[in-house]
């Protein structure tokens, strides 16, 4: 996303800054230490996308973007979605309160509307192989030795995610206002 955001002919109206963190298991640390000592004012920083971890590991119908019904940047989120072909799902663990629980909630704390985008459970025939490939690498893969990139993805699915990671943050920085909270969230 990152490439092709850079070679393009046509420049966003605002900037567009990637950042990898680390040690989010340990505490968000990584993107804690940038959204308290950000390398541009916070308040410059209009909202975050984080893109952690999704497993396109079969044809893949569906995403879920963690936080998207808390503020604008969930519309933008289905408009790119669904126009690189796949379907935006609601948060499938609300249990497991994911939105807090991730790099974006740095953000969150200190006012950035977030979202947390990775792929869902949907596969495109409508079966079962998404969700059970998925199943199948966090029960024996995650966080593990064996997580190496020759465990293979579904690299079509691959492409179109990209892809919608590319028009949402063309969308964002592109519109004419900065994305917004919903009223009473955060």
């Known amino acids: 996303a990152a490439r092709i955001l850079g ?5 966003p109206r605002r900037s567009i ?32 996308v984080n893109v952690d971890m999704p497993l396109l590991l079969t044809p893949t119908a569906d995403l879920v973007a963690f936080g998207a019904d808390h ?6 989120t ?25 790099d974006q909630y740095s953000f969150v704390r200190r006012g950035v509307p ?9 596969s495109v025939d409508g079966g079962e192989a998404q969700r059970k490939a998925s199943a199948a690498f966090v029960a024996t893969n995650y966080h593990r030795p064996s997580d190496q990139l020759d ?18 943050a063309r ?10 909270w919903n009223s009473g969230d955060f």
């Open 171 to 180: 969308l964002i920085a592109d519109a004419d206002a900065r994305p917004q």
């Open 17 to 48: 800054l990637f950042l990898l963190v680390t040690g989010e298991e340990r505490g968000l640390l990584g993107s804690d230490y940038f959204a308290s000592y950000p390398t541009i004012p916070l308040a410059a920083i209009v909202a975050n």
């Open 7 to 11: 070679k393009s002919a046509e420049r």
């Open 78 to 102: 289905e408009r790119a979605a669904k126009d690189n072909g796949f379907a935006l799902i609601p948060d499938p663990m609300p249990e497991e309160v994911i939105f807090v629980r991730s």
């Open 151 to 168: 465990l293979g993805a579904d690299w079509p699915s691959v492409a179109r995610f990209t892809a919608t990671e590319v028009e949402l």
């Open 71 to 76: 503020s604008s940047l969930g519309l933008l």
């Open 114 to 122: 977030a979202i947390y985008l990775t792929a869902g459970s949907g």
